[in-house]
């Protein structure tokens, strides 16, 4: 089952930031969040994975409250592309074997 | 990053007939990669995790011998669905982790299998 909770539906301009939140409040202490997002009809792309420190890369942000129970992507500047279903997952790291759930997912609609 | 690649992107079959999907880590070893089924408008549903020389390990509910999985290769793993019907169209997405990218699972671009 899945371990984190996210809204059902997102919309954002077109040029804004989107700020995606995500709720993980019984994450355990060896968990990494993962940020993964699915455009229709295609497989899910990775975005960003996390632990406790904040991330960055060249395709969002990750910002993970101290207690760790929850957390935001945040896509800088959203474009048309962006819009898609955006799942945040908890999942522990050890040697690669380790499954991702998938929980509903968000889905961001971005607007012209 | 890495990349996975998965043949064919859609197929579309008789019932009774089989039908096998290939992944395929193009740049990098993969010792455990994952099956996942989604069906229109609902989120990926894991079906198995196959490690490479060993059996797979199916999740609860999905019929191993009607899903069949081999992972021969460190670069290769096949599902095949035996004897299709049309209940099982859906479309079928292979995932597999790269190491050196971090720990990140990369997934293929999905078969799209269609039972008549």
């Known amino acids: 089952d899945a371990k984190t909770t996210q809204p059902p539906s997102m919309d954002c301009a077109e040029g804004r930031a989107a700020n995606l939140p995500c709720n993980h409040s019984?994450?355990?202490?060896?968990?990494?969040v993962y940020w993964y997002r699915q455009i229709h009809s295609q497989g899910p792309q990775y975005i960003i994975h996390?632990?406790?420190n904040n991330e960055t890369n060249e395709m969002a942000s990750l910002i993970i409250t101290e207690d760790r129970k929850s957390s935001t992507l945040i896509l800088p500047h959203a474009t048309l592309r962006d819009t898609a279903v955006y799942y945040c997952?908890?999942?522990?790291?050890?040697?690669?074997?380790?499954?991702?759930?998938f929980g509903k997912g968000m889905k961001l609609t971005v607007n012209p | 990053g890495a990349v996975v690649s998965q043949h064919p992107s859609w197929v579309i079959c008789k019932s009774g007939t089989s039908v096998k999907i290939e992944c395929r880590s193009l740049?990098?070893?993969?010792?455990?990669m994952f099956w996942y089924r989604q069906f229109p408008k609902q989120s990926l549903m894991l079906m198995a995790t196959?490690?490479?020389?060993?059996?797979?390990?199916?999740e609860q509910g999905v019929e191993k011998d009607k899903f069949l999985i081999n992972h021969a290769s460190l670069t290769l793993s096949t599902l095949t669905v035996t004897s299709a019907h049309p209940e099982d169209s859906s479309f079928y997405i292979c995932?597999?982790?790269?190491?050196?990218?971090?720990?990140?699972?990369?997934f293929g671009s999905g078969t799209q299998l269609s039972v008549l």
């Open positions: 740049d990098f070893q993969a010792t455990t």
């Open positions: 995932s597999a982790s790269a190491f050196y990218e971090g720990e990140k699972l990369f």
């Open positions: 997952i908890v999942r522990p790291l050890q040697g690669g074997s380790e499954k991702l759930v």
């Open positions: 019984t994450i355990s202490g060896n968990e990494y």
């Open positions: 996390g632990l406790k």
């Open positions: 196959s490690n490479e020389g060993s059996k797979a390990t199916y």
